[in-house]
């Protein structure tokens, strides 16, 4: 799933081509995608787009308002697994993946698609101050507005594996389970650590961790011109079991799930210890 350093950067690709245009119409062109019926569609006609930008993993579409004193409109896009939200040259009737279509007066079309089948992506269109309102209101800070402090703040009283809170949208939010696996990594941390436990080096460790990753990934990303896919993205330990790790050469390990894996080198995070999905273990740390 693309997560906040990839659709920042996708983000500000958008504000860069659509920031000022027209909203002409826009055409479902999936039956459930549209989460919201009030406001309905038809109401965001002949706006023109403020600015696009991202809250969470979700990307944030705002209109200007319609006159100054009226609350203004905005599409809050989540494109989950497999959607892509690209420019549209084609403007086929019945696109491959098609979900939604923004069109413009004045720019190419915007193409809303999701590959497969699970039809999971969604769009909201709410009034008014969109971080104030579902889908986004219980969202914590997105993870690179975090210093150490806040950080702390945010980990008090989470007694869950930090792997498992750093993903936790509602503790902070704009992380998955690649960059979970990443910033653990790079934090010399063991992703069953008990989040509320990691403080004084471990803490400073993580923040910076959180931060630079960051930052470097935002760095990586702002150099595409789409948002890519997963595999494409170099990772240290994320998805690399079997391989040796980048820092100190041991192979990397997975404690496998259903529909995931932790990869974590146990020289650099958990002083050897090999995991294990064992959750009635407290002595694993
Ligand atoms: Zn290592």
Redesign the pocket.
Same mark, same amino acid.
């Given at each position: 799933m693309p997560e906040l350093p990839e659709l920042a950067a996708h983000a500000e690709r958008l504000d860069a081509g659509w920031a000022g245009a027209r909203l002409e119409r826009t055409e479902p062109l999936g039956f459930t995608v549209l989460k919201t019926v009030d406001p309905p569609p038809e109401a965001a006609h002949g706006a023109a787009v403020a600015s696009v930008g991202r809250r969470g993993k979700h990307l944030l579409l705002r209109l200007e308002p319609p006159a100054p004193d009226q609350p203004s409109l905005a599409f809050v896009v989540h494109l989950m697994q497999a959607g892509r939200l690209r420019a549209d040259a084609r403007l086929a009737r019945r696109p491959r993946g098609g979900l939604w279509r923004w069109r413009f007066a004045d720019r190419e079309a915007l193409l809303l698609t999701e590959a497969g089948t699970e039809r999971r992506v969604g769009v909201w269109l709410v009034r008014g101050d969109p971080c104030a309102q579902e889908p986004l209101a219980g969202l914590g800070p997105d993870a690179d507005a975090l210093d150490r402090e806040a950080l702390a703040a945010r980990l008090t009283g989470q007694t869950g594996r930090i792997h498992t809170v750093l993903r936790d949208q509602r503790v902070l939010a704009g992380l998955g389970r690649r960059l979970a696996n990443e910033v653990c990594h790079r934090a010399g941390l063991s992703p069953f650590a008990r989040a509320d436990r990691v403080d004084g080096e471990a803490l400073d460790r993580l923040a910076t961790a959180l931060s630079e990753g960051l930052a470097e990934e935002l760095a990586t990303e702002r150099e595409r011109d789409d948002l890519g896919s997963a595999r494409e993205r170099a990772t240290r330990v994320h998805g690399r079991t079997g391989e040796a #790790?980048p820092? +100190?050469g041991?192979v990397v390990r997975e404690v496998a799930y259903r529909d995931y894996a932790i990869h974590y #080198?146990a020289? +650099?995070q958990t002083g050897g210890r090999v995991l294990a999905d064992n959750t009635t273990s407290r002595f694993v740390r």
């Open positions: #790790c820092a +100190c041991d #080198c020289r +650099c």
